[in-house]
């Protein structure tokens, strides 16, 4: 069995994976935004979906 302070850095990892990805992605979609309505919807889940990753990362 892992070690529980190896699987709580592994899912610390990827959070903070998860929250740099979203977040470039964010800043590349905004570049954008105002190019087409898709983009905005597009750029407004990236939002949601960072927003639901940095609760996680504090803990």
Do not use: C, H, W
């Amino acid at each position: 069995m892992a070690d529980p302070l190896s699987i709580a850095s592994g899912i610390a990892g990827l959070l903070s994976f998860g929250i740099q990805v979203t977040q470039s992605l964010v800043n590349f979609y905004n570049t954008y935004r105002d190019r087409d309505s898709d983009l905005a919807k597009v750029t407004q889940n990236l939002d949601n979906l960072q927003s639901s990753f940095e609760p996680l990362m504090l803990q």
